[in-house]
């Protein structure tokens, strides 16, 4: 390809103004053409010629610029003279100029700041209306469902539990069972300062099954299948089959939204069990390396010192965690609009809200039933 | 860029004896065919017959199995990375969706090859977009919305202002007026017709749209059975004793194109 820089040559004289472009006046070279038409003095009230005979290449960013420097001096351009252009150019100057006759408007002002927390107020609002509404058009499916057990979807069901409950119980197992290593071993530093190494049982079990247990599965359930909630109804939404499900007469809060809350209710309590469990193994294993305690000594305690309440309290409140994270998921999936962009905000907006629902949840079960150790 | 002197006699694009094996069969077996600058082609195909395959691997997206692919006489597949990133900013390319990236606004869209590919001050960038956005007739107010609120005509104008944003050579279209409604379609025809011949562009586009093959193509590409079938203008074409393109211009409603097209001559 040719490299030959732009030029343009301005010849003044008394029968007008006549402008020789050269070179390529083409977009990579579109600054220097910017500064050879700024720099050019070109006076509007006398007849404007324009030759193309030293034009290398013209492209239609240098045609606007042509046009738009010109205009900018004064220029009225129907009346300029175009001499030894091609005709495809000619169209296109011709096409651009009369494109570009209007002028493009300010671009938008940023929002002030009190009307930006009004609209976030409202929005909040509004979110928590629908959340609402939600939750109300799944107690009508519920009760639908219930009445005619047939509209429940079983297969649906039983997938939706093998995902959330059963394929997430490796993860739930592994960290449970590393928490339990964690907490005992750091309280272990501590009741040995003591001398009272057999009450790290106490500590561990209590608060394994009353808080650690339930709030960690439902932190991993809430970023594994709250996450994948909102992310599979806001890419059906996307796809439009939301609306061909409707189309065939089916409710999707009866064939999507049930029976993942479904599935998630039933598998929280039983993933929280097993976190429990592997939990006080952990610390079963902590306790007999660091501190040696057996492990019979262990569960003898154990049996003594962890009432089956507590073990109960710890788990009547995850199907609670587990409602309200469906529900966040489910909603933020239906609220997705009808581009990829929104299936991030929304998913990214369920795994925090899930996570904010847990903890308040939990903070109110503490605050309710401060009796229950 | 509108180049009159460098390489005139040279084809802009070549396919030479391309084959494509995908999912288990041959999709193309042998197909042959060359575009000049300043041609407006069309490809035509039953649905499967690898339209949108072969206008991939045209633009360097996919690989053929066997065979080349020139791009203004050099072998797609065979530059280098910087070479292939030099290639790829003279031509543009219209996707069917648009594709247009739904997280910026259309002024950011129809930018975001400049920024990649120039090093224009945003002032003078801003202009060039905001150019590039009338140009395809879009009204000024659409430059900052977002993808999500365009109609679809809209849409695939914002998506031919970018892919003309580095002032192409050459645009690949795949079914540029696929999901518009006929005036729409018509209107978009016109408009690329407009464009390419004042911007002195050279177009391959995939298509079924009968009256765009009537209205303003130069040339039709037949794509039967992996291997071109016909190459010609679409007069010639049409009347060719072939099964299917006899079905394919029949089946369709193009009549009043055809039409228009016999009373225009």
């Keep these: 390809m040719r490299d030959a820089s732009p030029s343009l040559e301005c010849v003044l004289s008394d029968a007008g103004c006549l402008l020789k472009p050269g070179g390529r006046w083409c977009i990579n070279h579109l600054e220097q053409v910017d500064r050879l038409l700024t720099a050019a003095s070109v006076s509007y009230d006398r007849s404007v010629r324009i030759d193309a005979s030293d034009l290398v290449a013209l492209d239609s960013a240098g045609v606007m610029l042509l046009v738009n420097r010109l205009r900018a001096k004064g220029v009225v351009w129907p009346s300029v003279d175009l001499v030894a252009f091609s005709e495809a150019q000619l169209t296109l100057i011709h096409l651009i100029a009369d494109r570009l006759d209007a002028r493009a408007p300010p671009r938008k002002r940023g929002v002030a700041l009190l009307p930006l927390i009004g609209r976030n107020a409202a929005r909040l609002t509004r979110l928590l209306i629908e959340q609402f509404a939600f939750f109300g058009r799944i107690a009508e499916a519920a009760a639908d469902a219930a009445r005619h057990p047939n509209l429940l979807r079983l297969r649906e069901c039983t997938t939706q539990l093998e995902i959330v409950g059963l394929n997430a119980l490796p993860i739930v197992m592994l960290m449970t069972f590393l928490i339990g290593v964690v907490f005992a071993f750091l309280l272990g530093i501590q009741v040995q300062k003591f001398g009272a190494n057999i009450f790290i049982v106490d500590g561990v079990s209590l608060a394994v099954t009353r808080e650690l247990s339930p709030m960690l599965t439902a932190i991993l359930i809430a970023g594994r299948s709250g996450a994948a909630f909102t992310a599979q109804i806001g890419a059906m939404k996307v796809t439009e089959e939301i609306d061909a499900i409707t189309t065939l007469g089916l409710s999707p809060v009866q064939v999507l939204v049930l029976p993942r809350v479904l599935a998630i209710i039933i598998a929280m309590p039983l993933l929280t069990f097993i976190g429990d469990v592997m939990g006080v193994l952990g610390a079963a294993l902590v306790a007999n390396a660091q501190l040696d305690i057996t492990y019979y000594t262990f569960f003898e305690r154990l049996k003594s010192v962890l009432p089956v309440n507590t073990v109960l309290f710890g788990l009547s409140k995850t199907p609670i965690f587990a409602a309200a994270i469906a529900l966040i998921a489910c909603r933020n999936g239906f609220a997705v609009s009808r581009d990829a962009r929104s299936v991030g905000d929304f998913t990214t907006s369920t795994v925090v809200q899930s996570l904010v629902a847990v903890i308040l949840i939990d903070a109110f079960f503490a605050m309710a039933f401060p009796e229950i150790i | 860029m509108r180049d009159t002197d460098a390489g005139a006699a040279e084809p802009v694009l070549q396919v030479e004896r391309l084959h494509t094996h995908l999912a288990g069969q041959w999709l193309h077996r042998g197909v042959d065919f060359s575009i000049g600058r300043g041609e407006v082609v069309a490809l035509i195909g039953g649905s499967g017959t690898g339209k949108s395959v072969l206008l991939r691997e045209c633009i360097g997206l996919n690989r053929p199995s066997e065979g080349r692919v020139r791009l203004f006489g050099d072998d797609i597949c065979d530059l280098s990375r910087s070479h292939l990133s030099r290639v790829r900013s003279r ?97 978009f025809d016109h408009l690329l017709r407009v464009l390419c011949d004042s911007l002195g562009l050279t177009a391959l586009m995939a298509t079924h749209d009968l009256d765009t093959l009537w209205g303003m193509v130069d040339r039709v590409i037949v794509l039967h059975g992996g291997k071109v079938i016909a190459n010609g203008p679409v007069a010639a074409v049409a009347k060719l004793e072939h099964d299917w393109i006899r079905d394919y211009f029949s089946a369709h409603s193009g009549q009043r194109g055809r039409e228009e097209f016999e009373d225009g001559i």
């Design chain 2, 91 to 187: 031509y543009g390319v219209l996707f069917q969706e648009g594709a247009l990236f739904s997280s910026l606004t259309v002024a950011e869209n129809v930018a975001a090859p400049l920024v990649e590919h120039t090093d224009l001050p945003p002032k003078l960038r801003d202009e060039v977009v905001n150019m590039k956005i009338r140009l395809v007739g879009l009204p000024i107010s659409a430059a900052d919305k977002r993808p999500s609120e365009l109609s679809g005509g809209m849409k695939k104008r914002a998506a031919l202002a970018r892919a003309l944003a580095l002032e192409p050579e050459l645009l690949f279209l795949d079914e540029p007026t696929s999901g518009l409604d006929p005036i729409s379609a018509r209107e």
